[in-house]
Protein backbone atom coordinates (compact mmCIF):
# COMPACT_ATOMS: atom_id res chain seq x y z
CA UNK A 1 0.00 0.00 0.00
CA UNK A 2 1.40 3.33 -1.25
CA UNK A 3 -0.07 6.87 -0.45
CA UNK A 4 2.16 9.85 -2.27
CA UNK A 5 0.84 13.36 -1.11
CA UNK A 6 1.76 16.15 -3.29
CA UNK A 7 1.11 19.65 -3.90
CA UNK A 8 2.99 22.28 -0.78
CA UNK A 9 4.81 24.97 -1.24
CA UNK A 10 5.26 28.73 0.09
CA UNK A 11 2.25 30.74 0.06
CA UNK A 12 1.08 34.13 1.37
CA UNK A 13 -0.60 34.26 4.35
CA UNK A 14 -4.51 34.02 2.67
CA UNK A 15 -3.79 32.47 -0.31
CA UNK A 16 -4.83 29.04 -1.08
CA UNK A 17 -2.82 25.70 -2.12
CA UNK A 18 -4.62 22.36 -3.21
CA UNK A 19 -2.77 19.49 -1.88
CA UNK A 20 -3.28 15.58 -3.95
CA UNK A 21 -2.95 12.18 -2.31
CA UNK A 22 -2.30 9.35 -4.70
CA UNK A 23 -2.89 5.86 -3.26
CA UNK A 24 -1.91 2.52 -4.86
CA UNK A 25 -5.13 1.03 -2.81
CA UNK A 26 -8.53 0.78 -3.57
CA UNK A 27 -9.60 4.36 -1.49
CA UNK A 28 -13.14 3.61 -1.63
CA UNK A 29 -12.99 0.49 0.66
CA UNK A 30 -10.99 2.83 3.27
CA UNK A 31 -11.22 6.31 5.21
CA UNK A 32 -9.26 9.11 4.40
CA UNK A 33 -7.28 11.03 6.74
CA UNK A 34 -5.22 14.45 6.47
CA UNK A 35 -2.96 15.09 9.08
CA UNK A 36 -0.10 17.85 9.75
CA UNK A 37 3.36 18.11 11.61
CA UNK A 38 4.94 21.29 12.88
CA UNK A 39 8.36 21.48 13.56
CA UNK A 40 8.69 20.39 17.46
CA UNK A 41 4.86 19.68 17.96
CA UNK A 42 2.81 16.14 17.67
CA UNK A 43 1.25 15.40 14.31
CA UNK A 44 -2.22 16.42 14.65
CA UNK A 45 -5.46 15.64 13.26
CA UNK A 46 -6.58 18.13 9.90
CA UNK A 47 -9.44 16.64 8.27
CA UNK A 48 -11.37 13.37 7.43
CA UNK A 49 -13.57 12.33 4.90
CA UNK A 50 -15.54 8.85 5.22
CA UNK A 51 -16.40 6.02 2.69
CA UNK A 52 -19.61 7.62 1.86
CA UNK A 53 -18.07 11.32 1.15
CA UNK A 54 -18.93 12.35 4.87
CA UNK A 55 -16.04 15.02 5.97
CA UNK A 56 -15.15 15.93 9.42
CA UNK A 57 -12.68 18.99 10.47
CA UNK A 58 -10.37 20.15 13.01
CA UNK A 59 -12.01 23.42 14.49
CA UNK A 60 -8.73 25.18 14.00
CA UNK A 61 -9.51 24.56 10.08
CA UNK A 62 -13.15 24.15 9.78
CA UNK A 63 -14.58 27.08 7.03
CA UNK A 64 -11.09 27.42 5.71
CA UNK A 65 -10.18 23.85 4.35
CA UNK A 66 -12.43 21.31 2.18
CA UNK A 67 -11.31 16.99 1.94
CA UNK A 68 -12.92 15.04 -1.46
CA UNK A 69 -11.98 11.70 -2.71
CA UNK A 70 -12.39 10.93 -6.25
CA UNK A 71 -12.89 7.02 -5.68
CA UNK A 72 -12.03 6.60 -9.82
CA UNK A 73 -8.87 8.48 -9.61
CA UNK A 74 -8.19 6.86 -5.99
CA UNK A 75 -7.06 10.13 -5.04
CA UNK A 76 -7.89 12.49 -2.08
CA UNK A 77 -7.84 16.35 -2.19
CA UNK A 78 -7.23 18.68 0.50
CA UNK A 79 -8.27 22.63 -0.68
CA UNK A 80 -6.36 25.02 2.06
CA UNK A 81 -8.10 28.42 2.09
CA UNK A 82 -7.06 31.52 3.75
CA UNK A 83 -4.18 29.80 4.98
CA UNK A 84 -2.29 30.94 7.90
CA UNK A 85 1.32 30.90 9.33
CA UNK A 86 -0.07 28.68 11.84
CA UNK A 87 -0.90 26.07 8.92
CA UNK A 88 2.68 25.66 8.64
CA UNK A 89 4.04 22.05 8.87
CA UNK A 90 4.28 19.09 7.03
CA UNK A 91 1.14 17.59 6.08
CA UNK A 92 0.01 13.77 5.41
CA UNK A 93 -2.12 11.49 3.97
CA UNK A 94 -3.41 8.38 5.47
CA UNK A 95 -5.52 5.91 5.02
CA UNK A 96 -7.88 3.06 7.65
CA UNK A 97 -9.69 0.25 7.75
CA UNK A 98 -11.43 1.08 10.69
CA UNK A 99 -15.20 1.67 11.00
CA UNK A 100 -17.09 4.76 12.09
CA UNK A 101 -15.35 8.55 12.55
CA UNK A 102 -11.47 8.50 13.40
CA UNK A 103 -9.28 11.01 13.75
CA UNK A 104 -6.58 8.99 15.72
CA UNK A 105 -3.40 9.23 14.20
CA UNK A 106 -2.97 5.63 15.44
CA UNK A 107 -5.96 4.10 14.23
CA UNK A 108 -4.66 4.98 10.47
CA UNK A 109 -2.78 1.61 9.29
CA UNK A 110 -1.55 3.25 5.85
CA UNK A 111 0.83 6.92 5.37
CA UNK A 112 2.16 8.96 2.80
CA UNK A 113 5.57 10.37 3.25
CA UNK A 114 4.22 13.90 3.20
CA UNK A 115 4.58 17.72 1.79
CA UNK A 116 5.79 20.73 3.39
CA UNK A 117 3.35 23.75 3.31
CA UNK A 118 4.74 26.70 4.43
CA UNK A 119 2.61 29.86 4.95
CA UNK A 120 5.16 33.00 4.91
CA UNK A 121 4.85 36.41 3.57
Known amino acids: VQLQAFGGGLVQPGGSLRLSCAAS???????MGWFRQAPGKDREFVATISKNFAPYYADSVKGRFTVSRDNAENTVYLQMNSLKPEDTAVYYC?????????????????WGQGTLVTVSS
Open 25 to 31: IRTFTYR
Open 94 to 110: AATASLGLVTATERYAY
